[in-house]
C-alpha cells in the first residue's frame, strides 16, 4: 500500500474536482485518484503539479520525499566513507558537497 499524500487537500483547497484537475493535468480522472491513494506519477505531472501547486513536492508527497530523503543520505554517507580515504582536492570537494547535503536534508532531533 503506497503513503497517502496531500494533493486531495490541494485540490480541494482550490475548490478543484478530480476531473478538473485532471483536466489541467492532462491526465484522465482515474489518475487523479490513484496520485490521491498513493500513486506517483509520471515526472511530466509531477511538474504540473508543483506549477499548480507551488508548496513543493515535499508538502505534496511527505511520506514518499521522507523515504526518498532517507535513502539518497545514505548512499551520500556511503559515498562520504569511500572517499574518506582520499586525499586529493577533488576528494576534498566532494566530501564537503556531501557534508552540506546531508546536513540540508537530514531533520535536527526534536
Not at 556511503?78 to 552540506?100: F, P, V
Request: aromatic share 4%.
Amino acid at each position: 500500500m503506497n503513503p497517502p499524500t496531500s494533493v486531495r487537500r490541494f485540490r480541494k483547497s482550490c475548490r478543484l474536482s478530480q476531473y478538473e484537475l485532471a483536466e489541467l493535468l492532462d491526465v484522465g480522472q482515474s489518475s487523479i485518484s490513484r496520485i490521491e491513494a498513493g500513486t506517483l506519477p509520471e515526472p511530466n505531472v509531477l511538474l504540473s503539479l508543483i506549477v499548480l501547486f507551488p508548496q513543493g513536492l515535499e508538502a505534496l508527497f511527505p511520506s514518499h520525499m521522507q523515504a526518498v530523503a532517507e535513502d539518497t543520505v545514505t548512499r551520500a554517507a556511503n559515498l562520504h566513507r569511500r572517499l574518506d580515504g582520499k586525499r586529493d582536492r577533488a576528494s576534498a570537494r566532494k566530501r564537503a558537497w556531501l557534508d552540506e547535503l546531508v546536513a540540508r536534508v537530514t531533520p535536527l532531533p526534536a
